[in-house]
C-alpha cells in the first residue's frame, strides 16, 4: 500500500505476486447466451476482455485478458426482440398475465440461486471494473439486498390492489399492469448494483426484457444467466453482447421497445431515442450524467465537511454519477479548507484492488486517462492550481487524485462532468454564485450543503430545491439508503429508481371502477377474495 505522498511507484505487481484467493481460476470466455429461454451457444466472433489492472511483465506493464465475449450482430439482436415480443404477446403472455404472487416466487428462486454465485462473481467484478474487493463485495450483497426489498415492496402493493376506493357513487380497484418490452442497459460503473435494479423491478411488474449487459462489467453476469433460464419463462428475459449500437441500434429501430431502461451518458442514449420510429410511444427510465456541487459555508464544521468531501469525489476515484463534482467554498474559510483538503487527499491509499484499505485503484477504463488530463491541464491554463503533491500524474491506469483550486467558469471541469478523481473547489464570497451555477447548470441531481447555522441552511436549500432532486445537510452526495428516491432533473435522468418508485417506473397504473349498486355487489365480493 501506498499514498501519493510517499512514492510514484504505480504498484502494479507481476501475476505470481497476487494473492492465490484473489487470482482469477480461468480466462473467462462467454461461449452462451439466453434467448427465448434457451441457453445457445455461440460459434461467431468474439471480443476480448482486458482488466484496467496492468500486470508487470519485468519492466513493462501488460493488461490482463479476462476473457471474452459473443460479438453479435444484427441478427442475433433481433432474435432476443422477437422472443421478447412473443413472450410479452401485447399483455396476453403467460408472464404479463400470471398473478403477482407467480412473479414473486419466480423472482425469489432467482435471487437464492445468484445468491449461489457470489464468490466467482465478486472476483470477476474486482478484477473488470478494478473495484476493491471489499467494495465488490458489497456492492453485490447491495444487490441482493435490494432485489429482496423490492419483492417485499411488491408483495405489499398486491395486498394494497385489493383494497377499493370509493368516490362519486363509483368504487374502483388500482392495480400495476406492465408496460411492455423493456431494454435494458446498466452501467460499468456500477454493472451488478444498478443493472439489477432495473431488471428486477421491470420482471416483477410482468413486462419482458432485453438485457445488454456493459462494455465494462460483462463477464461477472456469466454466472447468472443460468438462474435467468431456469426461473423464468421462455423470452422473459434475453441477453445481448456486441458493440452497444450495432446490437441496440436494430432493436430500437423495430419500434416494438416499450421502455428504455439506461444508465450512462446522454450522448449515447439520445442517440439511441432517435431510431426509435415513435419516441412519443417510447417511456423512459435514465439515469445520466451529474455536475453534483458540495456549498460548504463559512460556519461549516471543517473536519466533517472535509471528510465528507473527500469521500464524496474519491469513492471509487470518483466513477459514480453521485460523486461531488464541483466544491464552492466560502472565501473565509478557503486557506484552512484546501490545508485540510490537500491533507487527506495525500494520505489516500493507492494501490491494487485486493489489497486492505486502498482508496485509490486504476481506472476502470484507461481511456479516461487522457480525458482527465486535459481537464487538468485546461484549468491550470487559466489560472487554476494543483495544490496537492502529484496531483493528476499518471502512472499505468492509476490518476493521482487531484485537488484544483481557484476553479472558475472559464474552464471546462467546472461545467463537465470528470467521472474520475478530480476535486476542483471554486471559492464564492456571496451564495448567489454557487447558486447562479446550479440554476445554469445543465444537470440537476443532487447537492451537499454544509454548515451550522439552520436558518442559513434552509434558506439555500430553498434556493436550489427546484434544480436538483436531492439535497444533503452535511453529508456527501449519494444513491441509497434505497428507500429514498433517487432520479435527476434537467440532464441528469427521467424516472425514479428507489425501491418503490422504480416499480412504479416500469408499470402503469389500471383501474377497474363500476358503480356501488347492488348488481355489481357479487364482483366486488368476488375482487375482494382475488388478486387480478
Known sequence: MTTIAETRDSRFVSEQEIPEEMRLRKIETQSSYLVNGEIRQWHGEYYDIFSSVLLRDGES???KRLGAVPFMTRKESLDALEAAVEAYDRGMGRWPSAPVAERIEAVDEFIRR????????????????????????????????YMEDTVDHMRRIDEDNRQFAFDGGFWGQVSYRPSGVVLCMGPSNYPLYETYSLLIPALLTGNTVILKFPRVGVLLHGPIVPAMADCFPPGVVNTIYGDGEAVVGPVMESGNVDILAFMGPSQYVDRLILKHPAPHRLHMVLGLEAKNPAIVLEDADLDLAVSECVLGALAYNGQRCAALKLLFVHESIAGVFLERLQEQVSGIAIGMPWEEHIRITPLADPQRLVYLRGLVEDAVGYGARVVNPGGGEISGTIFYPAVLHRVDERMRVYREEQFGPIIPVAQFRDIAEPVRFMKESRFGQQASIFGKDARQICNVATGILNQVSRININAKCQRGPDLFPFSGKKDSGQGMFSIHDALESFALKTVLAAKDNRENSDIKGFLEKTAM
Do not use: H, I, P
Open 61 to 63: 506493464l501488460a493488461a
Open 114 to 145: 445468484m445468491a449461489g454465485q457470489k464468490e466467482d462473481v465478486v472476483r470477476l467484478l474486482m478484477w473488470e471494473t478494478a473495484k476493491t474487493y471489499n467494495e465488490s463485495e458489497n456492492e453485490f450483497e447491495r444487490t441482493l439486498r
